[in-house]
Structure formats: structure tokens, C-alpha cells
Nanobody
Framework: QVQLVESGGGLVQAGDSLRLSCAAS????????MGWFRQSPRKGRGFVAD????????RYADSVKGRFTISRDNAKNTVYLQMNSLKPEDTAVYYC????????????????WGQGAQVTVSS
């Protein structure tokens, strides 16, 4: 069993930056592909970014490419989402997810989910 705990959300203005963190329990963090998804009231849960086991491969949704950066620190069992140039449309609950031996842009690639962190961007 893996527990994921997100932190770093908050209320910011358009153009500001935030960094989300997701700390994972367990001793096999390097075997998990990690992803970030987000969900707003009018939309389902959608893909934001994912990262491979060593951190060498990353992928982003078109809507965040060039503004968001996903990274991981395997020594700290933590994955990050650096969000720059935030826009009001980035407002959502952000979830991190862990896939045992898998990752990708679909919900089904992941086995464990965090509780979510609210990010609100005002105009």
C-alpha cells in the first residue's frame, strides 16, 4: 500500500508561481511512475504531467507545456509540480498518482491517488 500526500496548494494571482509536492510512503518509490492530474467543477479529472521512474522522461498536457515542470527526488520519495505563469483556467484540485510499474496520461495507468490540493488562480 502506498500513501500519497500533496502539499503546496493555495490562492495566487494570475502570473504567479506555485510548487506542489507529493510525498509517498513506502520503500519502493523508484518502481512507481508518477503523474499529476487536475479536476475542476465543470470538468472531469484530466492529465497534467507524468514522469518515469528515474525522472529522465517527462510528458505534459498541451495546456501546461512550457509553464509547468514535473520532477522527482527519489531520495526523498517526493514528486513535484512547479507551476509558473499561472492562469485562472489552471484553477482546480490537483492530484498526484502513482503507478506500480506504469505511468501515462490515463487514469487507469495509476494504482494510488493522493487526497488532492486546491489551487486557485485569481484574475
Amino acid at each position: 500500500q502506498v500513501q500519497l500526500v500533496e502539499s503546496g496548494g493555495g490562492l495566487v494571482q494570475a502570473g504567479d508561481s506555485l510548487r506542489l509536492s507529493c510525498a509517498a510512503s513506502g520503500r519502493t518509490f523508484t518502481s512507481y511512475g508518477m503523474g499529476w492530474f487536475r479536476q475542476s467543477p465543470r470538468k472531469g479529472r484530466g492529465f497534467v504531467a507524468d514522469i518515469g521512474w528515474s525522472g529522465g522522461r517527462t510528458r505534459y498536457a498541451d495546456s501546461v507545456k512550457g509553464r509547468f515542470t514535473i520532477s522527482r527526488d527519489n531520495a526523498k520519495n517526493t514528486v513535484y509540480l512547479q507551476m509558473n505563469s499561472l492562469k485562472p483556467e489552471d484553477t482546480a484540485v490537483y492530484y498526484c498518482a502513482a503507478g506500480v510499474g506504469s505511468y501515462g496520461s490515463t487514469l487507469h495507468a495509476y494504482d494510488y491517488w493522493g487526497q488532492g490540493a486546491q489551487v486557485t488562480v485569481s484574475s
